[in-house]
């Protein structure tokens, strides 16, 4: 309690002591717990005002209290230092390298009578604790996009058989500014989720150092705190353009706080405002969600005065990364053995095997398709299903990697003993001659000079 200012009840009881019971200065301090300085200034502002003990029965608390500190600093309740502005400190500390100390040292300069160092980081964290009651959480700018489905969705209407689809929505969110984006897709299925993705770092214009979901199959094959199995398309996406997937622990929502309430604000903000209305297209919904996700981030938060699109462009733009040149192509895993001839099989269609697997797809034309080559024999097809390709020419083998070029006589006795024949034909050694298999190695074939033709014998003529 301040020196200068005693309540009014106290001031009463102090001339009591003092006149009626003849205490003295240190005994009324002991009794009361006050200073004992705090006693002989109150008698001395009570003699100042001309007042004398007893007290008048009609002087109130009020009045006796502007008698005494009429013009000694702000009046009871009033605050005597002028509250720092809290909002622009909690933005500011948002900023890489900005810390407390930093802030307080300029607030200091602005105001050199204001709070110590300890008073005024105690005052910002009361006013601090009035944003979010649990697990508060630090996010940098530029670091951080989480990422999520929402839980509701949005039905889209067959226009020619009527059949009702419902559309998931998709809700990205930046860590620092809060910056949102949404859209809806068919499914939540791996194109969907990698497709998401892509365009919501393209909405942002740039790549935070992390992306941070929660552990949906179609992303995190295996979920695990210190080492998450991530599906390799994901995991593709991340090296494409240069970040982070840091999923969060299993059954900890808090984690990802900043995602959960964006899809609270989505719900609220957009699909409400759209649940009266029909779709017939997904494009035509996303059309819908953009223009209200555009509303959204240009309007300003409550506590913090600034819109999402304001804090984006202040913090979290100038702190991504650029973007790649050319966006993610999408791509699926798959395996398949490599025939004798070179060529794989992608959903019907056969191909030479790339050193490039992407270069399959666009060969192919097709959307989702990537072959992981292994080099494994297997038996010749069959000429009518997969004819042997008579441009192919044996020259581009001694390209290929070794694997892709081995073959194991002792698995494939019967059709390596017909092949023999064409090999000592076109001029190459005789395989029975080699001490290869003497030594536990399979047998390299070479293949005849450029220009050589190729007799094929009988099938039932195996040696």
């Known amino acids: 309690m301040p020196a200068e200012r005693v309540p009014m009840r106290r001031v009463r009881e102090i001339l009591r002591l003092k006149h009626e019971c003849g205490a003295t200065d240190r005994a009324i301090a002991r009794s009361l717990g006050i200073a004992r300085s705090t006693v002989g200034l109150t008698v001395e502002r009570v003699a100042a005002a001309g007042l004398r003990w007893p007290l008048p029965a009609t002087l109130t608390d009020r009045v006796l209290e502007v008698m005494l ?9 009033e605050r005597r230092k002028s509250e720092p502005d809290w909002a622009y400190v909690h933005h500011e500390l948002r900023r890489p390298g900005v810390t407390l100390m930093l802030l307080w040292e300029e607030y200091r300069q602005r105001q050199p009578g204001g709070y110590g160092y300890s008073r005024w980081c105690e005052l910002y964290r009361a006013w601090e604790g009035r944003l979010s009651p649990t697990m508060r959480q630090a996010h940098p700018a530029g670091e951080r996009m989480f990422v999520d489905y929402a839980g509701q969705t949005v039905d889209l209407i067959d226009g020619r058989s009527g059949e009702v689809r419902p559309a998931q929505i998709f809700v990205a969110a930046m860590g620092a500014s809060n910056y949102t984006y949404a ?90 405002r759209l649940r009266n209305r029909r779709f ?41 990364k650029e973007l790649p040149a050319e966006p993610f192509e999408y791509a699926e895993w798959r395996v398949r053995r490599v025939g004798l001839d070179y060529h794989v099989e992608i959903d019907g269609h056969y191909g030479a095997a790339p050193a490039d697997p992407r270069a399959a797809r666009r060969a192919h034309h097709r959307a989702h398709d990537r072959a992981v080559l292994q080099g494994r024999a297997r038996r010749r097809p069959h000429p009518r299903r997969r004819p042997w390709a008579p441009h192919h020419d044996p020259r581009a083998h001694a390209e290929r990697p070794p ?49 050589a033709t190729l007799r094929r014998r009988a099938s039932g003529s195996g040696l």
């Not at 500190?69 to 309740?77: D, E, I, V």
């Not at 309430?261 to 609220?268: D, K």
């Not at 390596?416 to 000592?424: V, Y």
């Not at 076109?426 to 000079?449: C, E, F, I, N, V």
């Open 69 to 77: 500190y009429a013009g000694h600093g702000p009046r009871q309740g």
């Open 183 to 272: 859209e809806a897709t068919l499914s939540q299925s791996l194109p969907d989720w990698i497709g998401a993705h892509v365009r919501a770092l393209a909405f942002i214009g740039g790549v935070p150092a992390q992306l941070v979901p929660d552990n949906p199959k179609v992303g995190v094959d295996r979920a695990n705190w210190y080492e998450p199995g991530l599906n390799r398309t994901y995991l593709e996406l991340a090296r494409h353009y240069g970040t982070a997937i840091l999923p969060t622990r299993v059954r900890r929502p808090r984690d990802k706080a900043k995602v959960e309430v964006a899809v609270l604000v989505v719900e609220r903000w957009i699909l409400a």
């Open 280 to 320: 017939f297209s997904l494009a035509e919904l996303n059309r819908a969600i953009a223009e209200l996700v555009a509303d959204l981030n240009a309007r300003p938060m409550r506590r913090l005065g600034v819109s999402r699109r304001d804090l984006f462009l202040e913090l979290d733009r100038p702190a991504l």
């Open 403 to 451: 694997a892709l070029c081995r073959v194991d006589n002792r698995a494939h006795p019967r059709r390596c003993g017909g092949d023999r024949a064409e090999h000592r034909q076109a001029g190459g050694a005789d395989p029975r001659k080699s001490t290869a298999p003497r030594a536990g190695l399979p047998r390299l074939y070479r293949h005849p000079a450029p220009g």
